[in-house]
Each structure stands twice: as structure tokens, then as C-alpha cells.
């Protein structure tokens, strides 16, 4: 158990969620920290998605965090064009039908809450593009799935295109407590994420 390492990420926009550079010019997680050769992010978030990722060579972890029969919730903040009226959010709590891989697919019953406000989140590097004339506003959207871009496509689903999305915490590991700036790091204990996970080792 001594040998395997546990790691923290918000990854910046613009980062893959990859070692591998497949480009010259493409940024990596490699860029933010000198990580063992061994780890692996748990999921991932697609280059233009921000926020938290689990790296880990906790084989175990990852797949009782990643194997939906396990149902770990996954909490999005979400910027939108457009206002989402209250039958655009109830398709998205109740499921939509979105296109994986050439096959349709209907999502799991999301739960889905319109912000009064915008949350405290960083400025963006670079900034979000917006269309002055089409209003802006912010969803939370917890899952308890993670299919390729599922989030892009539901919003996309309901006629509300995402502007900037931010995986903010997976389960009780949550960006907001651990307070880690875009491209910080933070290595934790087994225990502690085991904890916070919600999952007993």
C-alpha cells in the first residue's frame, strides 16, 4: 500500500487529461507537476473543460470510482447561452437522449439547479466568448454517470450550448474545500481520500 500515491488536480482549460503530447504545442498534465511515471487520471475532462481530476495507480479507486453500477455523484458548474426556462430544466433532471458513438443513449436523472448568481470561480484563461446579445446564466448539474462529453451534449440537447464547464467535486472531494487554484496540485493521504470518496479501502 505504501507505493501508491494520490493526487488533487484542477486542470486549467487548454490541458489534456493525458501524459502523452501528441502535438508540440499540446499541454499536458505533466506541464502542472513532475507526477510519477505510474498514475493515471481517473476519468477524464475533455481540453476545453476545467476542474478536478483524481490521479492515482489505485487500481481499486479508480474503478469503484469510475463503474457506474456504483452511482458516485460528479457535480458540474456550467455556464450557458441563454436562460433555461423550467421545461428545459426538468428534461435535464429527468434524462435526454444525446448521441455517443453513433447510438443514442438516455441519461440517468441528473439534479439540475438554475444559479441566482454567478459562483466564485476564477476568470477563465483565456476568456469565455460571448455573444452580446444572447444573455448568460450558470447551472449545477450532478451526475451520477460520465459518458464522453455528456454534460456538452445534454445542455446542447435542450437548446442551451455551454460556454464553460467545471468539474467541482466527485463525491465528497470537492474543489471548493480543497481550494486548489487552476493547474494547482495537492497530493493526499489514502485515508483521507478514501474518506471524502466515500468508500472504505
Known amino acids: 500500500m505504501s507505493d501508491l500515491r494520490y493526487y488533487i488536480v484542477n486542470k ?3 490541458v489534456l487529461s493525458q501524459f502523452t503530447r501528441e502535438h508540440p504545442d499540446h499541454r499536458v498534465l505533466g506541464d502542472l507537476y513532475d507526477f510519477p511515471g505510474d498514475v493515471y487520471p481517473v476519468g477524464r475532462l475533455d481540453k476545453d473543460s476545467e476542474g478536478l481530476l483524481v490521479i492515482t495507480n489505485d487500481k481499486a479507486l479508480t474503478h469503484r470510482l469510475l463503474d457506474p453500477k456504483f452511482e458516485h455523484p460528479r457535480t458540474y458548474w456550467v455556464q450557458v447561452e441563454g436562460i433555461p426556462d423550467r421545461e428545459a430544466l426538468s428534461q435535464l433532471r429527468k434524462g435526454v437522449s444525446i448521441r ?13 439547479e438554475l444559479f441566482t448568481s454567478p459562483p466564485a470561480l476564477p476568470e477563465r484563461d483565456p476568456p469565455v466568448r460571448f455573444r452580446k446579445t444572447v444573455p448568460d446564466s450558470w447551472l449545477s448539474i450532478q451526475l451520477t454517470e460520465g459518458k464522453n462529453r455528456q454534460v456538452r451534449r445534454m445542455c446542447a440537447a435542450v437548446g442551451f450550448p455551454v460556454l464553460r464547464l467545471v468539474r467541482t467535486s466527485i463525491q465528497k472531494i470537492s474543489l471548493e474545500k480543497i481550494k486548489l487554484p487552476p493547474g494547482g496540485v495537492k497530493e493526499m493521504k489514502s485515508a483521507d481520500i478514501y474518506q471524502l470518496a466515500g468508500i472504505k479501502p
Open 100 to 112: 455517443i458513438k453513433k447510438q443514442t443513449h438516455r441519461t440517468r436523472p441528473a439534479r439540475v
Open 12 to 14: 486549467p482549460y487548454g
